[in-house]
């Protein structure tokens, strides 16, 4: 299949291709598709993934085209393959899809437009993984050697699992932090507030209330004192350390409403990339080499 579903399959000098590439549209190269037309099918809600890839599809010249799921026929039972050949068929360049589903695109794989993942149950964000690469690289020029913390509801986190895979390969260490009942074998364990004083970066993540089949054992409050990243943790960060989050946020739960805008917060910058990042994926698979 064409486009990208997946940073599993892809070597780590294919992934620092990606990269590159959005960091040359950064720095303003600039590539014009006019004339081409993709669409973004979200089963899920999105703010970010869905209007950085429009964005990103805007500044190569391509024409976005918009989907109203509730007021499409997947609200007469199509099926997501139908849906998905329906648009080939109409002569779209590219489909971006998030969907609920672990690895939806299985059933897509006689599909020859590129497909690009946008989110897909709790396995993988890979555009989301590669600019929270990227955000690092701009950083701290490297990737070997760093300590990364995953701290929250990893059990539940597509952004966790897939980041996870990536950054051991890229010779990180990667650690997780958070209530017992959200952690699962990402990483070693670490307490919170022993990862803060020896990790680069503390990668917070969304409790994701929509994924949990039970009500979370204990109150926001609870959680934001024991596992939140607060004005006095900040404090107490390693120097030169940078917090992460792919957002949406939930200030005053995983995150202290200053904190997500602090000296040390990369949050909005990850949003920044994330424009560039789908930038380089469109601009590859349209080049045949995604
Ligand atoms: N980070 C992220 O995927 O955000 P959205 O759900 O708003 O796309």
Redesign the pocket.
Known sequence: MRGLLTLRSLSVPEIMDIIDLAIRFKKGLTVNYSGKKMVNLFYE??????YSFQIAMMNLGIQPLSFNLAGSSVAKGETLYDTVRTFEALGVDGIVIRHKQDVFYKELETIKVPIFNG?DGTSD?PT?TLLDLMTIYEEFGRFQGLKICLVGDIRHSR?AHGNAEVMKRLGMEVYISGPPEFCDDTGKFLPLDKAIKVCDIINLLRVQMERHEEEMKISKEEYHQKWGMTIQRVGAMKRGAIIMH???INRGVEIASEVAECVSSRIYKQMENGVYIRMAVISMALEGKL
């Open positions: 809600n999105s703010t970010r993934t869905q989110g964000h989301q952004v792919p957002a949406p």
